[in-house]
């Protein structure tokens, strides 16, 4: 399997834009995360989905930021506009019921 | 979930054993103990994880004190290519409804030739 696939790798972007970022998982998973990294609040969880469900999005961050996931392979996180404070790199991750989480490459996000 | 405390960074020596220690005296009868590390510019990687019993696999040792209030990440032969960020975090397992995974600080190790 070629593991948790993130696009893009890089994104530079201007204050105000949409950014779109894009997780396809590992196939069979029923899990799909989403979490931010950033130097000041390390590793954080946006929101996570359950067969497609989303089921706790208590980590995202404001209403700029909303996630979908329209099938089992495939996965949104979108930031609309987008603000230099949202520069960060942004893991998905999935993983098959209780068993360990598999992290994508990142997306890493820079906001001018 | 309870809260994990490591060092903020640790040095060790080229094929040498790491021993990462992390304490957790705040856990709860059914949270597990998780350890993931974090290569520069890589996403976190799942080590090894356990309850209440030692285990062991490919990559790592993981041992869990009797009242379980600490536990120590054992990588027996050190390389290079361990430096990297640890994560020990404890929780319960997704199927008491919750599947958060939250990472702390962790635990800057450098492998040191």
């Known amino acids: 399997d070629a593991g948790v696939i993130q696009s893009p790798r890089h994104e530079v972007t201007e204050m105000g834009q949409e950014v779109t970022l894009r997780c396809k998982p590992i196939?069979?998973?029923?899990?799909l995360f989403w979490y931010r990294q950033t130097m000041m609040r390390g590793l954080e969880l946006l929101i996570y989905f359950n067969n497609n469900v989303p089921i706790d999005d208590s980590g995202m961050p404001e209403d700029r930021f909303s996630a979908k996931m329209p099938n089992a392979s495939f996965s949104t996180l979108k930031i609309q506009p987008s603000e230099p404070r949202d520069s960060a790199v942004y893991f998905c991750?999935?993983?098959?019921?209780?068993?360990?989480?598999?992290f994508g490459e990142g997306s890493r996000l820079t906001v001018l | 979930d309870a809260k994990t405390t490591q060092p903020p960074s640790m040095d060790c020596a080229e094929g040498r054993a790491a021993n990462l220690p992390c304490n957790h005296s705040t856990i709860s009868g059914n949270e597990y103990v998780y350890w993931y590390r974090q290569i520069h510019s890589q996403g976190p990687q799942y080590i090894i994880h356990g309850l209440k019993n030692n285990e062991t696999n490919e990559m790592a040792s993981l041992i869990i004190t009797e009242d379980r209030k600490s536990s120590t990440l054992i990588l027996p032969h050190a390389t290079l290519r361990d430096t990297a960020v640890y994560y020990c975090i404890v929780r319960v397992p997704p199927s008491y409804g919750n599947n958060r995974l939250a990472f702390g600080k962790g635990n800057q190790v450098v492998v040191i030739p």
């Open positions: 991750a999935s993983s098959l019921w209780e068993r360990e989480l598999f």
């Open positions: 196939s069979g998973h029923d899990y």
